[in-house]
Each structure stands twice: as C-alpha cells, then as structure tokens.
C-alpha cells in the first residue's frame, strides 16, 4: 500500500540499522487518516470473502481494526493480554511470547465473542516472528470459527513469521513489507 | 447521547444489582458503528473549540478515540501502561490507581507527542472516580499543553469522580451517565 509506505519512510525512524520506529503515526501516536485508509484498503483486499467478525489484539491493533470493522460492517474484537476482572466466566486462552517486551504474556478472549459459526479476520500492526499472530489463531482454532485470513499494516520480511505462516496456507495480507534496510533507506517487497 | 443510552439498555447485561457489563459493544467486543457516531457526536458536542491533538489511555479508549480523532482531523495519542522496548528516552509519567484491576500501573506518553502549543481533548470509555482520568490530566499539565476538556462514553453518575473534575473547573462531557439502577433497568442521568 503506496500511502503507508510512504508514511513509513516520511515520517519512521531509522534506529540501529534495522529497526523503524513507526510510534509517530502507527503505535504510539496515531494518524486516523491513515487507519481509515488502511481500513478500506483491508475491505479491497478481502472483497468477495464473507468476514462476520475482525480480532484483533490489544493495544495497537486496535486502531485500525476498528476502521476495517467499520468498513465491512462487523463487530471488532480485542484479545486481552491482562487480567482484567471485566473478564468472568468462560475464556479462550493462549500463551504469547512477546521477544519485544520479553516475557510471555496470556492473551484471552470471552466464549461468547468467537463461535464456531464465525468467519474470522485477524488483524495487526506488525508481523515479525509472527508470535502475536500464531496465539490469535489459535484463539479462532479454539471456537471452532473459520480462519478468512490475516491483515498486517507493517511486515518485517527479514524475519520468517510470515513465511512460515503463509507454507501453513493461512492467508496473509500485509500492507508494507519491510525486507531490509539500505544506508539510508528502506527497502520494501 | 440517545444511541449509546439504547445500546447499553437494549445489551448492557446488569450484574448483582449496581455493575453493567458493557463488553459486547464497547470494551471487548466493539460495534464500530456505535464508536463513529460517538466520535461524531464528541466533535458536534467540542465544536468551536480548537483542538489540536485527542489523548486516551490503552486500551478500551482507544477505539472511541481514534473515531473522534478521525471526526477532528487531528492525531490521536494513547498512553501507554506497561513497560514496552518501544517508548524510548524522555516521558510523561503518572501512577493510577485502578479499582478494576485492583493495582497501580504507571502510565507514560513520550514527551514528543505531548508539547505546551497543544490543545488537548482527552477520551476515554468509562468516569467512575476518576483515577484514570486524572492521570491523563496529570501527563497534559506536565506537558504543558492546555487541557480543552475531556469526553467519556459512560460516566458512573453514581460515584464521585465527575462531580468532583468539573467542581475542579475541568469541563467534562459524558455520552451517557448512569445515575443508578431499579431492579429492572437503569437510570440515566
């Protein structure tokens, strides 16, 4: 998607030579213009799919899993990563291996949200090892609803998560692909 | 805010008597329609004001927020709860204290996304005694930008924390305030 790489070189950061610091517009602080396009483009690219339901995963997920719900006219819902006395009774429940903040994290989501009768998008910011992806799949496997696909806004190419995903038939549509990293810029699939 | 008023009648589930779930629409599973006409209704009710920049807190104000952000045509910025490799160098830092999850938590922006020429609207889905509240305005005065007012989707009329912020002088609008609940239903303010 032309517009989200244009974001990424305009206005990410370059740290360390591979790594783009994307909090300006995607994480951190966030630019509604560019979820919403974002949203319609993930409506294009799943067009003809039947979708009853986007996941997504709390926190920075959320902003352009909204605009996509919005867009297809479904329900959004977030998988939760703390415990939270707002969820009671019956949970899917799954165990993330965050390598960004390096720890593992249970991520849960409400029975009555995820039913075998749903027909699932998963989306997320990032995809890298795919480890945030992989624990959301197995929420949707749990309720017995069809996996659609996956919307990614930022691939990192270089790291094999989407890969492996994609040798396992799982759909992936990922917005910007990062493949690596110049002097002074990035480069993208 | 008649539409919200009827979603949380219509499928907010009472609990023992003074609690309403709200997880269905609002804080886990989320209708997106309900949070674009919120965001509308936040900049019909905020018209006139100058507000450059909309602040919320990860992770269930978000999805309101970035609505109204969009509705503004301004940035949306949420702050962050736990410790995270991605916030980098100098923050904004409060503690809140939360009576849902029973603990303090720190709660930072980068101080980047925060600065004295900013005109700050702050959302965020639920007012009940204020303690998130007045940490997001606690970040915005150490910012020094100016605080325009905040809205919120549900106020808890019942508890103290609205009453005492705008006695404070802040100006605070809730879509919706429940002022109590009889044994078949709710009360709004």
Redesign the interface.
Known sequence: MKLLEEYIEKKGKLIGGNIV?V???L???????L??EMGKEIKRLYEGEEITKVLTI??SG??IA??A??EL??????A?K??????SGDVYNTTITSF???RDYDVR??K??LSKDDKILIIDDFLANGAALNGLISLVDQSGAKLVGCAIAIEKGFQDGGKKLREQGYRIESLAIIDGFTENGIIFR
Chains 1, 2 share one sequence.
């Open positions: 610091k909090d300006c517009f994480n951190h602080q966030v630019d509604p213009y979820m919403h709390e926190s959320i902003a909204i605009m719900a919005m006219n479904v329900p959004m819902v977030f939760k703390n415990a939270t006395k707002n969820i960004t903040h390096g989501v409400a009555e949200f």
